[in-house]
């Protein structure tokens, strides 16, 4: 079983900065434990997007293999591996469906962080990244927000024809749907949907994604 999620949180965005002091909001989406760990941290804000980055993430990953999962917050317990909050750092949200491993990186700007459900070599195959498709331009609109979904999108197809060797034109990443709710991207090699797991995320300024290295089979299947 593999599965992966990714998540960026614009710590500039409107509406995400100061955000840790909405009681109602903190209420809502952490757990008892959560809003302790939140209350004795000495940088808020990046606590609280951290906790609902490694939630979203989860859900992505743990989303695509049980698409009927609940995805209420509440229900998601993050567990970090730091009592603190370094720039970088590991942990595990245990979902209604078991746990999910994570792992963040978080500066003054933005909070990314990606989970994996699979044995923990496979953080080896994992490649993710975070970038800013237009600098300094803050999506504020709707044809905005489209164009840096469609960046993720075309990054991450970029980077699978890289790690695949194929041209970069075959891969597509394509949005699915399950009656009305959206479901997990998929990834497409010349029209043909592969098991390539893939998660795509953006906010404010930035857009990322993350995705598995197609299993060997999977590869050479690709490439003839
Ligand atoms: C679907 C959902 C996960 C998207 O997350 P988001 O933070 O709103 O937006 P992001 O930019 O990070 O991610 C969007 C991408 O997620 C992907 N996505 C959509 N539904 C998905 C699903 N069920 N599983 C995995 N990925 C999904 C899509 O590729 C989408 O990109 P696109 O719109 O460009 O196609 C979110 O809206 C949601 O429903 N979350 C559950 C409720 C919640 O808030 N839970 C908190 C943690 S449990």
Redo the contacts with the bound molecule.
Sequence with gaps: MRAV?N?VVDLRADGAWGKSRDKRFVCRVLTASEQNRLAKSQNPDACLWAMWAA??AA??AV??IFPDIS?W?GR?ETVFDHPGLPRQFAGTVNTPEGSVCVRLHWDENRVHCVGLIGSSELWQDLTADVFEPEDGAHPAIESSAKKI?AA??TAAAAAIGLHTGLPHGLVKIE?TRVSQR????VVKIQGIHTETPV?????GRFAAFAFLAPLQAQSAAMCS
Excluded: F, W
């Design positions: 999620g998540d939630k979203e859900y992505k989303s695509r995805a917050p998601y979904s993720a999108r949005r959206s479901a997990p991207p998660s795509l995320s953006h906010h």
